[in-house]
């Protein structure tokens, strides 16, 4: 079950989120999608990969047979925040591994049996009954109190952000796929980041701006930006692009750094470069 954005990117306040609420808040761990399944052998499935082999703290999960759980793999660093970066890192290479932690947040089957089909509160106490917590396998809460509150927290210590789920929501697969699909029952608030940053050319192969920070005196390359650009703020970039054209390579055109934009992004990689720019609105031409 995947994830839509909430309205605005922001948390609900009305109804705040309480005993007597139809939603629940919790942390958004930022890490890699995986699900534990525990049926006949254990598997660890991502997105587009069985990944069992890659972490071996992960088996001998702290699960019956006949389990399968939902969550999130994350490397955690010293303050147990989640490390994005390694997580990824270590993915794609084993050279770069750090071990991880698995956050649970949903129970999809139990005993052999499928309860997707159960409201989400009836899954959660399952998920706590049929999980012992140990250093690699970690249980994801809702929160008591308020959303709203909740956010300006996860904002203040640099978290990626909060999911507000429905109460009674089922777990909503595609029945002819069998793949997730988005649902508005599940919700996600990111604590996205804002700055300016300059536009410094365009791909060839797609439709991503490079982009460039000012340290200094200097334009600094950040990256590449595709999302939120419009196909209007296109046509409003092309006589720029053709204008201050400076060189090119095989995949790129460069151009002169004269137009400013506003971006939101999630955070900043230890490489300098940016993660996640969503484009917002031009600023001015320099």
């Given amino acids: 079950m995947l994830l839509q954005y909430a309205r605005n990117n922001e948390p609900f306040d009305d109804p705040s989120i309480s005993a007597e609420s139809n939603w629940c808040a919790e942390l958004k761990w930022d890490g890699i999608r995986l699900i534990v399944s525990n049926m006949d052998e254990l598997n660890l499935y991502t997105k587009n990969t069985n990944a069992t082999a890659k972490y071996p703290e992960l088996h001998n999960p702290p699960i019956p047979k006949g389990t399968v759980l939902d969550g999130e793999m994350v490397v955690l660093d010293d303050q147990g925040r989640a490390d994005f970066e390694a997580t990824n890192a270590g993915f794609r290479s084993s050279k770069h591994r750090q071990p991880v932690v698995f956050m649970a947040f949903d129970i999809l089957y139990h005993r052999g049996v499928d309860v997707t089909g159960m409201p989400l509160e009836h899954r959660k106490q399952l998920l706590e009954e049929t999980l012992t917590e140990t250093e690699h396998y970690r249980i994801v809460r809702p929160i008591q109190g308020n959303a709203t509150d909740f956010f300006k927290i996860v904002c203040q ?11 009674n929501s089922r777990y909503e697969t595609d029945l002819r796929s069998m793949k997730s699909i988005r649902s508005w029952s599940w919700q996600k608030v990111i604590n996205y980041q804002r700055t300016e940053v300059y536009i410094t050319g365009y791909s060839k192969k797609d439709h991503s701006w490079l982009l460039g920070y000012p340290d200094g005196e200097r334009i600094r390359p950040i990256g590449a930006m595709e999302l939120g650009i419009t196909p209007s703020a296109r046509q409003s970039m ?28 999630r955070d900043w990689y230890k490489s300098g470069a940016m993660r996640l720019p969503v484009f917002e609105e031009f600023l001015d031409v320099k």
């Fill in 157 to 167: 210590h640099g978290l990626e952000g909060i999911v507000l789920k429905k109460k």
């Fill in 238 to 265: 092309w006589p720029v692009f053709q204008a201050y054209k400076s060189g090119e390579s095989k995949d790129h055109v460069y151009v002169q750094p004269v137009v400013r934009c506003k971006v939101k992004y």
